[in-house]
């Protein structure tokens, strides 16, 4: 199973980018889908996570701006991140509970997000 993230970049305070995600190889049903975000010098955290069903949840400091979505169908996740600030600024990770056979947790390879101020 492979993550492929794109859709980061540079970008002013108060822009928008849209991240995305896409699962493929060896699936027979993917359970929750997510994004978590890491900054020089910090820890991994958590962003946003989508469950199967649509249901989302969000750390408070991206709640009111970022969106998470999915699309089943294409194995697919999405951050749509508006209002940016520049302490959003962090290498962002997707991340999904795939089960084949057992269930694991697999990781995109990161991309970045720069926001200038």
């Known amino acids: 199973v492979q993550l492929q993230a794109s859709g980061g970049g540079l970008v002013q305070a108060g822009g928008s980018l849209r991240l995305s995600c896409a699962a493929s190889?060896?699936?027979?049903?993917?359970?929750?889908m997510g994004w978590y975000r890491q900054a020089p010098g910090n820890e991994r955290e958590w962003v946003a996570a989508?469950?199967?069903?649509?249901?989302?949840n969000y750390a408070d400091s991206v709640k009111g701006r970022f969106t998470i979505s999915r699309d089943n169908a294409r194995n697919a996740v999405y951050l749509q991140m508006n209002g940016l600030k520049p302490e959003d600024t962090a290498v962002y990770f997707c991340?999904?509970?795939?089960?084949?056979?057992?269930?694991?947790?697999?990781w995109g390879q990161g991309t970045q997000v720069t926001v200038s101020s």
């Open positions: 991340h999904a509970r795939i089960t084949y056979y057992s269930t694991n947790d697999y």
């Open positions: 190889g060896r699936i027979f049903s993917i359970n929750d």
């Open positions: 989508i469950t199967s069903g649509g249901s989302a």
